[in-house]
């Protein structure tokens, strides 16, 4: 399972893509995902996906998560931190989101709303 810094693993990712193109079609899929049906034919598949790919990837499971109105899981709530800080220099990321899931421990607790499990999960000590 990727670390709380890393997004959604590449074995999530996998998986997903390939419900995904089972649900709809390699078309559907690669158009909705932003990529080639080639591409995402070679990604299930098992190819290494590069950079760029994998952020399109990581962006749309995200959006594909919040479709559902499902409880986030841990490694979603990742995949959306990550998105959120790829912007800055790598060692400025972490200490970003160290910062961004204080400040939503901290509204949680001012709100009197309950953690999400996957806020709990990540601010007590999830490996990185």
């Known amino acids: 399972m ?4 890393d997004g959604a693993s590449i074995a999530t990712l996998r998986q997903a893509a390939r ?3 089972d649900a709809t079609s390699l078309r559907h899929a690669a158009r909705d995902i932003g990529m080639s049906p080639t591409g995402l034919r070679g990604f299930i598949d098992g190819a290494d996906p590069y950079v760029k ?3 399109k990837l990581t962006e749309w ?5 919040q479709s559902r109105n499902a409880e986030l899981s841990q490694e ?3 995949a ?11 060692p400025d990321r972490e200490p970003t ?6 400040v939503l421990d901290r509204r949680c607790r001012e ?3 309950p953690r999400p499990v996957w806020l709990a999960d990540l601010r007590e000590g999830a490996p990185y």
């Open 2 to 5: 990727a670390g709380p810094r």
């Open 19 to 21: 419900l995904y193109v």
């Open 53 to 55: 790919t994998m952020r």
């Open 61 to 65: 499971y995200v959006r594909e998560i």
């Open 76 to 78: 979603s709530a990742s």
């Open 80 to 90: 959306a931190l990550s998105l959120l800080v790829q912007h800055y220099p790598a």
């Open 97 to 102: 989101v160290d910062e961004l899931l204080a």
């Open 111 to 113: 709100t009197n709303t």
